[in-house]
């Protein structure tokens, strides 16, 4: 597990994003790399929904990270879709074990070296954005503890994100006042 330390300064890093203009990308980047820091998993990746429900991939701590989140999208299969879809975390699922469920995804991710994978919502009460996914080389089980910290990555993950989101609407909005206040004294002025 990450040490106390490094975690209270990621959760700072997370609250500076409140007040703070930052970039998603970038945030995402490092939460995958906090994610790994924090669950010893040997890759980590981040799905969004986007605005028509459509899940899609974000951010990876690395290229296998990547390739096994693209792969559960394109095969509309796998840990993250069930996350995003039920909005409960899966967690201590053994690959060896889950070909009856991901019967495309598990033995895929196993020919990848993966033994075990993790899933949490990313979610505000019940609206489910997206999902933090661990993906590790060994039978990797957490304990609760764990699965508490993962999931507080998650839910302050998903705070900034929606936070992003709501800012990026507002100033949408405004621009489209300020067309039409420029519109009609235009009219006006005529």
Not at 117 to 136: S, T, Y
Request: with cysteine; charged share 20%; hydrophobic share 45%.
């Amino acid at each position: 597990m990450i040490s106390v330390t490094d975690l209270s300064e990621f959760f700072v890093q997370v609250a500076d994003t409140l007040v703070d203009d930052y970039d998603l990308v970038d945030f995402l980047n490092d939460l995958t790399e906090k994610a790994t820091a924090v669950s010893g998993a040997a890759a980590v990746g981040i799905v969004l929904s986007d605005h028509r429900d459509r899940v899609r991939f974000m951010a990876a701590s690395n290229e296998s990270g990547r390739l096994l989140e693209l792969f559960q999208i394109q095969n509309d299969e796998g840990p993250c879709l069930d996350c995003v879809t039920s909005g409960t975390p899966i967690v201590n699922a053994d690959l060896a074990h889950a070909g009856d469920r991901w019967p495309v995804f598990a033995p895929r991710a196993m020919e990848a070296g993966f033994q075990s994978v993790h899933a949490f919502p990313m979610r505000l009460r019940e609206h489910v954005i997206g999902a933090l996914n661990l993906f590790g080389t060994t039978d990797s089980h957490f304990d609760p503890d764990e699965v508490r910290v993962v999931q507080a990555l998650a839910d302050v993950a998903t705070i900034a994100i929606l936070h992003e989101r709501n800012v990026s609407q507002a100033e949408v909005l405004t621009e489209q006042l300020q067309g039409a206040l420029k519109s009609r004294l235009l009219i006006e002025q005529a």
